[in-house]
């Protein structure tokens, strides 16, 4: 099994940015779907982005023109970029992994938590 861990969450102001990492223990060459979820309390988890190994892109709308993904194949990382903050995506982020659909998860990191104050 491929593991996958997060790292670069933190505290930030309303309309700061931050960026989060995804570094797998293995290739990612293979895995189709990688991407983000997040948590946040009294919250349905939401599928926030995804990229595709061939670099076509999807976003929830509610970080549409904010967020942006990114993978690096050679290195075995996933990105996330996250500009324009609002409280409202204060969240536990997770790295996830997907070979055959978007929506059928093969892997999951552990999560980072992401706190965006007003």
């Known amino acids: 099994q491929v593991h996958l861990v997060e790292s670069g969450g933190g505290l930030v102001q309303a309309g700061g940015s931050l960026r989060l990492s995804c570094a797998a223990s293995?290739?990612?060459?293979?895995?189709?779907?990688m991407g983000w979820y997040r948590q946040a309390p009294g919250k349905q988890r939401e599928l926030v982005a995804t990229?595709?190994?061939?670099?076509?892109?999807n976003y929830a709308d509610s970080v549409k023109g904010r967020f942006t993904v990114s993978r690096d194949n050679a290195k075995n990382t996933v990105d996330l970029q996250m500009n324009s903050l609002k409280p409202e995506d204060t969240a536990v982020y997770l790295c996830?992994?997907?070979?055959?659909?978007?929506?059928?998860?093969?892997?999951w990191g552990q999560g980072t938590q992401v706190t965006v104050s007003s």
């Open positions: 293995g290739s990612i060459f293979s895995i189709n779907y």
């Open positions: 996830y992994g997907a070979s055959r659909s978007r929506w059928v998860v093969d892997y």
């Open positions: 990229i595709t190994n061939v670099g076509l892109r």
